[in-house]
Structure formats: C-alpha cells, structure tokens
C-alpha cells in the first residue's frame, strides 16, 4: 500500500492533513478492504492511476470503499461494450429486428447486450425514453459488476438461447396490425392501470 500514500498526498487536499496521525491503520483498512473485494496489485495500480482524473472532480480522499471501486476494471478493459453500444444493440434487437425478422435469433455482437434483453423483456416496447434507458443501464450495471468480479460473464444457459422464440404475443398483434396509438382511449386506460397497479405495489412495501 505505500504507493498508495504519495498519490493521496499529491492529489487529496485533505489527506496529509486528516490521516497523518493514524497512517498505517488507515492504510491496513485500505488493504484489507481490497483483499476482501478479491483485488489485486494490478488493481491497486489501477486505482492509483485513477486519483488524478478523480481529483479533478473531488479533491478529497476517497474512503476504502470508494477507492476499492476505482480499482475495478472498467467495461473497455473487460472487453465488454459501453452503455452506449449495449444500449443501441438492445434497441436494434427489440424494437427493429424481432419485429422485422420474427421468430429468428438477433445475432448480437456482446454477450452482455443478450443478457440485458433477457432480463427487460417486452416491457421495453412500451416504455418511455427515459425509463428504457433507466431499465438498460440497471440491467447493464449488474452484469458489468458481475464481470468486474468474476473477471468474465457467465455463460448463457443452452435453453434460453431461443429466448425470442416462440414470437411475443404483442409483436405478433403489432406486426399483423400495426403498433397501436398511445393516444387512444384504450392505449391510455391501459397506461393509467399500469400507474396505478404501479402505486399500489409501492403503498404496499411501504406499508410492510
């Protein structure tokens, strides 16, 4: 950890100031929270590397955990697409291709975008722009962390690899007449019950 003192010292305003007295404890707790996130010196370096670019942002030292996040791989490193790209291949999957090629496989470029169309559905049809995004990048998220820790995706299960076979009901009905108007009368009924079905799930934890 004693490379870890310098780049705190130089960049962190606070640190020389704040961990002078109990340096080695404070250093133990950094270590110790780095072993338990099972990273290594290739991380700790990592991590290190990163303080200047953090100090521009917030010049205070990171706590151990925030640091121990600075020292996972970032998704360029583990091979894997930005947000951006998972987000536009998720697009071009639900919104493009099943309705123009029904029944057929997307041939997805990263195995981190089929994972994410697995876990939103069809809900993302009819979602507004922001909670799409909102919906991806949770989605998103948690596999990252889950290559971030494991150092690679697990493998998608042999028996959901025609996940988008047989065709969903509702790009059967929009194929054959057309994706129905959000304006309508029925289209907006439908809206509000969902809100509403919606408010009562969260009444009802908030209750509990």
């Given at each position: 950890?004693?490379?870890?003192?310098?780049?705190?010292?130089?960049?962190c305003r606070d640190f020389a100031?704040?961990?002078?007295?109990?340096?080695?404890?404070?250093?133990?707790?950094?270590?110790?929270?780095?072993?338990?996130?099972?990273?290594?010196?290739?991380?700790?370096?990592?991590?290190?590397?990163?303080?200047?670019?953090?100090?521009?942002?917030?010049?205070?030292?990171?706590?151990?955990?925030?640091?121990?996040?600075?020292?996972?791989?970032?998704?360029?490193?583990?091979?894997?697409?930005?947000?951006?790209?998972?987000?536009?291949?998720?697009?071009?999957?639900?919104?493009?291709?099943?309705?123009?090629?029904?029944?057929?496989?997307?041939?997805?470029?990263?195995?981190?975008?089929?994972?994410?169309?697995?876990?939103i559905g069809t809900?993302?049809?009819?979602?507004?722009?922001?909670?799409?995004?909102?919906?991806?990048?949770?989605?998103?998220?948690?596999?990252?962390?889950?290559?971030?820790?494991?150092?690679?995706?697990?493998?998608?299960?042999?028996?959901?690899?025609?996940?988008?076979?047989?065709?969903?009901?509702?790009?059967?009905?929009?194929?054959?007449?057309?994706?129905?108007?959000?304006?309508?009368?029925?289209?907006?009924?439908?809206?509000?019950?969902?809100?509403?079905?919606?408010?009562?799930?969260?009444?009802?934890?908030?209750?509990?």
């Amino acid at each position: 950890m004693g490379e870890l003192v310098p780049a705190f010292n130089m960049y962190c305003r606070d640190f020389a100031g704040k961990f002078a007295d109990v340096l080695v404890e404070t250093m133990k707790e950094y270590g110790r929270q780095l072993v338990k996130a099972n990273l290594g010196v290739v991380d700790l370096r990592r991590g290190i590397e990163r303080v200047p670019g953090r100090a521009h942002e917030n010049p205070f030292t990171p706590n151990p955990v925030e640091f121990v996040e600075m020292c996972r791989p970032s998704a360029e490193e583990l091979g894997l697409p930005s947000f951006d790209e998972c987000y536009d291949e998720v697009w071009r999957c639900i919104d493009v291709f099943r309705r123009d090629h029904p029944g057929e496989d997307y041939p997805f470029k990263h195995r981190l975008s089929r994972f994410v169309v697995r876990d939103i559905g069809t809900d993302f049809s009819s979602a507004t722009s922001e909670r799409r995004r909102a919906m991806v990048s949770k989605s998103y998220q948690k596999y990252l962390r889950v290559a971030q820790v494991e150092g690679n995706l697990p493998e998608i299960h042999e028996a959901i690899a025609d996940f988008t076979d047989p065709e969903p009901l509702c790009f059967q009905y929009e194929r054959k007449f057309g994706r129905p108007d959000p304006n309508s009368p029925l289209m907006r009924e439908i809206a509000r019950i969902r809100e509403s079905a919606k408010e009562a799930k969260h009444t009802t934890k908030r209750s509990q």
